[in-house]
């Protein structure tokens, strides 16, 4: 039969297991990569722009833009602000159903704003994807 004090320590032990495994588990989960806002966007003729307001999650530091353009053709820019500030931008003629996608762009959790703006001869119509990671991902 088992003493008090051997009976206590297992219990340490494998409470301390779990934590060791719980923990780590926890945080990749928190962090792995997610979709933060998606938006349609439809242009026409001219000169057209859209802000997006989005947030990037607690733990996580870095977003992704995906922009892919189901019908038409423009010359479009991006760029994403906090606070007056200029964190990321891109410009760039894409067409037809056709899809850009950034590298990841660091940024600490907060409230940003993207501004999606095209010029083209033509209509556009587009999807924007906002992804977010964090941690080991």
Do not use: C
């Amino acid at each position: 039969m088992e003493s008090p004090t051997k009976k206590s320590m297992n219990r340490f032990s494998a409470f301390a297991v779990i934590l060791i495994v719980a923990i780590p588990l926890a945080y990749m989960a928190i962090t792995y990569p997610r979709i933060v806002s998606t938006y349609s966007v439809s242009f026409t003729l001219g000169i057209n722009s859209k802000r997006i307001e989005f947030e990037v999650p607690f733990l996580h530091d870095s977003v992704r833009i995906e922009v892919s353009v189901r019908t038409g053709a423009a010359l479009w820019a991006a760029k994403i602000m906090s606070g007056g500030n200029l964190l990321w931008s891109h410009t760039t003629t894409q067409g037809g159903q056709t899809t850009y996608m950034s590298d990841w762009i660091g940024m600490p959790s907060g409230r940003y704003n993207l501004t999606f703006a095209t010029i083209g001869i033509g209509s556009m119509e587009a999807e924007i994807k906002i992804t977010s990671k964090g941690g080991l991902w």
